[in-house]
């Protein structure tokens, strides 16, 4: 195979990659981002969203009354391609949640987004407020609102949260797996 063939396949990948990223996600909510109302105070929302934030690998890089970020270099390739810089090669996933005291609850509004050479003067983020991955955040968000309006405490929602999450992750990687078998037998056909 030719060197102008193997170009032409490699744009041919990497445009369907990046094409396939380009579905968005619709959130159903006031701010159109992913967010939750909870009957609780916004201390126990913020130790919970902690708490799942560090037992999934984030390190916590802000915390103060109306904000916590949590970021965690991401496990993806095209992520380091795309945001990487000749500064800094490995950009990281950031999550900024914001507090609002309403009433006596807590609104809770989060902020995905992937960094290009964070934490320096040359940082830029990129807002990923729509895109699918947003998806598995709203309902993470949704089993710790779940949790705390049954009146459990922030480490116990987050022990819930999960529990839950972990279900579906297993759930789906049997299909994932089926997939994967279905093409190739495909392939050996």
Request: glycine share 10%.
């Given at each position: 195979?030719g060197?102008?063939m193997?170009?032409?396949i490699?744009g041919a ?8 990223g380009?579905?968005t ?6 701010s159109g981002r992913p ?6 105070p916004?201390?126990?929302v913020?130790?919970a969203?902690a708490g ?7 390190t916590?890089?802000k915390d103060t009354d109306l ?6 270099v991401?496990?993806?390739?095209m ?18 949640a914001t ?5 006596g ?5 989060v902020?995905p987004a992937?960094?290009?050479n ?7 983020v990129?807002?990923l407020n ?5 998806a ?12 705390l309006?049954r009146?459990r405490?922030?480490?116990d929602a ?5 529990a839950?999450?972990?279900v579906?992750?297993?759930a789906s990687q049997?299909?994932q797996?089926?997939q994967?078998?279905g093409?190739?037998q495909q392939q050996?056909?």
């Amino acid at each position: 195979m030719g060197q102008t063939m193997r170009m032409t396949i490699a744009g041919a990948v990497a445009l369907g990659l990046v094409l396939s990223g380009c579905q968005t996600v619709q959130h159903q909510t006031a701010s159109g981002r992913p967010e939750i109302t909870v009957a609780r105070p916004a201390a126990d929302v913020k130790s919970a969203w902690a708490g799942y934030l560090v037992n999934r690998g984030y390190t916590i890089t802000k915390d103060t009354d109306l904000q916590v970020v949590g970021e965690i270099v991401p496990n993806n390739a095209m992520a380091h391609m795309f945001f990487g810089s000749r500064y800094d090669g490995v950009p990281k996933a950031r999550l900024t949640a914001t507090y609002l005291s309403i009433g006596g609850g807590t609104r809770m509004v989060v902020d995905p987004a992937i960094v290009t050479n964070p934490g320096s003067a040359f940082e830029r983020v990129t807002p990923l407020n729509n895109h699918p991955d947003t998806a598995g955040i709203q309902q993470t968000m949704n089993d710790l609102k779940e949790a705390l309006d049954r009146g459990r405490k922030p480490g116990d929602a987050v022990a819930d949260a999960i529990a839950k999450s972990d279900v579906r992750r297993a759930a789906s990687q049997p299909t994932q797996a089926a997939q994967a078998a279905g093409s190739s037998q495909q392939q050996a056909q």
